[in-house]
């Protein structure tokens, strides 16, 4: 090759700090049928039923596996489906079936609140999604509905039934624990996990969006959090909590095996402890922005040079040039003098 010309695109992507991106969460709506208290505003400002007027349409169904081929060409290797809450999207089934085709990967999995599972469980399976996160916050059917504004517990707990007769492999329970609100739930949320042969996380709250920031008044360090368990389920501190070797899903939790309960318990702590340096995921909003960062504002807007006709090699020199921009780490502030402006369904989680 001579000076000036340009070699073919890297087989990954890997970024100025030498890691190398192999997830991406693509959050394929902004809609939401819950209204948690850490995610979303109680009314919405200026959307109407979710979606922001002054934002372009979102994603189509080809446009989104268009660009998701190319980034899985480029080595990511693990999606997850995520929103706002993925299973209000019509063409969810169609797109989960064209993604898990894509030659390279190798991965397909889901979150959801569970309220639209107990139908949609076994053809999310049939499609081809292979694992999926679940979000419950509490067990209590009055603390649920507070939480979520209006979430129906009973409903959810049906959808969890569906996804384990489904054969969705794991499943895995998420809880954000906030102090003063859920966080006594912590030993009933580790039995429920346990007898039910699921997999749990605790997530420590996040300052993402003024929802995340108001939040963080309740916020529970993972330290406190294994506390808890330990406290509860008698165990000493220096045997039970044997952490589990085999990795898990592509996700930074850091898990422990509960021994004499059969469950594996993670904690996301993405304040106390973060995980930056192993970070290995971009997210990718249903309006085709690359978010490089969930602690960082900035976007890089895919869908208006896809839209205005770039070639696959443009879009691919872009994301390219993009992930060399991802930040060493996130920007979290627990006093919250710092927080995240994204609002938190666009981003996915
Ligand atoms: N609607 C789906 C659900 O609830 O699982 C998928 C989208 S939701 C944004 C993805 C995850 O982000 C959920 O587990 C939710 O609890 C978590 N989440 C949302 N806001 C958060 C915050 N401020 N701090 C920590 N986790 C948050
Ligand atoms: Fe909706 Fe999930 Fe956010 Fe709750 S956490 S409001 S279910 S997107």
Avoid at 20 to 25: A, P, S, W
Avoid at 79 to 100: C, F, M, S, V
């Amino acid at each position: 090759m001579t000076m000036g010309e340009v070699g073919p695109a890297p087989l990954a992507l890997i970024d100025s700090f030498g890691r190398t991106i192999r997830y991406m969460r693509l959050s394929v709506t902004d809609r939401c049928n819950f209204r948690c208290h850490y995610c979303r505003p109680a009314h919405d400002s200026v959307m109407c039923e979710g979606r922001d007027p002054s934002k372009q349409a979102a994603m189509s169904l080809a446009e989104t596996v268009r660009l998701v081929r190319l980034f899985v060409a480029l080595g990511v290797a693990h999606i997850r489906l995520t929103g706002g809450e993925p299973l209000l999207r019509r063409d969810l089934l169609p797109l989960a079936i064209a993604l898990q085709a894509l030659p390279g990967l190798e991965d397909l999995s889901l979150s959801t609140n569970g309220f639209l599972l107990p139908s949609l469980a076994l053809p999310l399976r049939q499609s081809g999604v292979q694992r999926i996160n679940i979000s419950l916050d509490s067990l209590d059917p009055d603390a649920f509905a507070t939480i979520t504004r209006g979430g129906d517990l009973k409903q959810v707990l049906q959808g969890i039934d569906a996804a384990v007769t489904a054969g969705f492999q794991p499943i895995k329970i998420n809880m954000v624990v906030m102090g003063g609100i859920n966080d006594h739930e912590i030993p009933a949320m580790v039995t429920f996990a346990g007898q039910r042969g699921l997999m749990l996380r605790f997530i420590e709250a996040m300052p993402v969006g003024n929802e995340g920031r108001a939040i963080m008044g309740h916020f529970m360090p993972a330290t406190v959090i294994m506390e808890r368990i330990q406290q509860h389920f008698g165990v000493r501190s220096d045997l039970p909590y044997q952490p589990v070797t085999e990795p898990i899903g592509a996700g930074p939790a850091r898990y422990h095996h509960i021994a004499g309960l059969g469950v594996d318990v993670g904690i996301i702590s993405a304040l106390s402890q973060h995980f930056c340096d192993s970070c290995n995921r971009v997210r990718l909003t249903a309006q085709g922005e690359l978010v490089l960062c969930l602690g960082r504002s900035n976007r890089v807007d895919l869908l208006t040079l896809l839209r205005g006709g770039s070639s696959d090699q443009v879009l691919r020199d872009h994301i390219v040039a993009a992930i060399r921009q991802k930040p060493r780490q996130h920007e979290f502030d627990r006093q919250s003098s710092q927080f995240v402006a994204h609002s938190m369904p666009s981003l996915g989680g």
